[in-house]
T-cell receptor, first 119, second 109 residues
Framework: DAGVTQSPTHLIKTRGQQVTLRCSPK?????VSWYQQALGQGPQFIFQ???????QRGNFPDRFSGHQFPNYSSELNVNALLLGDSALYLC??????????????????FGPGTRLTVL | GQQVMQIPQYQHVQEGEDFTTYCNSS?????IQWYKQRPGGHPVFLIQ?????EVKKQKRLTFQFGEAKKNSSLHITATQTTDVGTYFC?????????FGAGTRLTVKP
């Protein structure tokens, strides 16, 4: 049973270019979330996809967009890259279960990440 | 907007000593999660706390959720070198999940 996989592992781009990162969720998971983690910081939530639609979004500009496919895999696209976009991009998959307390149990499994460097 | 603060930023202990990291949210949380990230690795889910005042234990790790559901702590008893890494809390509120900046733990053998 494969865990969460991401590709590529590393990527170098120049300012103004566009990039696409890919994620395959853990088997049985239907929800994919994307995070940006700058060096020495905690992950920052970008957005979450469920049933091929963006369900939640963090405080990121429209340059960041995504997609989820029928097989639950997902892509993160970033346009007009800036130097500040250099970071580790993490994908996390989950299968959200609503507990008795009506609070969703959301154990996220993170992939190894894609290290993006913008020059 | 919601902010999640985590302290301390760094903690260096001698093997066998205890360790605690604290997490505080500016807003009431629906739940809080804890993750561990080893150097060069990715975050690994440890636990989710939901109820006010909840306490959960995993071997040497004890997790607490405050009565007001705005703060949480992770306590490790008798640290081992395998505990090395950065511990993150992540608070969920109004469908928004915010990670703290993490506490980086180093353990001297």
């Amino acid at each position: 049973d494969a865990g969460v996989t991401q590709s590529p592992t590393h990527l170098i781009k120049t300012r103004g270019q566009q990039v696409t990162l890919r994620c395959s969720p853990k088997s049985g998971h239907d929800t994919v979330s994307w995070y940006q983690q700058a060096l020495g910081q905690g992950p920052q939530f970008i957005f979450q996809y469920y049933e091929e639609e963006e369900r939640q979004r963090g405080n990121f500009p429209d340059r960041f967009s995504g997609h989820q496919f029928p097989n639950y895999s997902s892509e993160l696209n970033v346009n007009a890259l800036l130097l500040g976009d250099s970071a580790l991009y993490l994908c996390a998959s989950s299968l959200v279960v609503v507990l008795d307390s009506a609070v969703p149990y959301n154990e996220q499994f993170f992939g190894p990440g894609t290290r993006l460097t913008v020059l | 907007g919601q902010q999640v603060m985590q302290i301390p930023q760094y903690q260096h202990v001698q093997e066998g000593e205890d360790f605690t990291t604290y997490c505080n949210s500016s807003t009431t949380l629906s739940n809080i999660q804890w993750y561990k990230q080893r150097p060069g690795g990715h975050p690994v889910f440890l636990i989710q706390l939901v109820k006010s005042g909840e306490v959960k234990k995993q071997k040497r790790l004890t997790f607490q959720f405050g009565e007001a559901k705005k703060n949480s702590s992770l306590h490790i008893t008798a640290t081992q070198t395998t505990d090395v890494g950065t511990y993150f809390c992540a608070g969920a509120s109004n469908n928004d999940m915010r990670f703290g900046a993490g506490t980086r733990l180093t353990v001297k053998p």
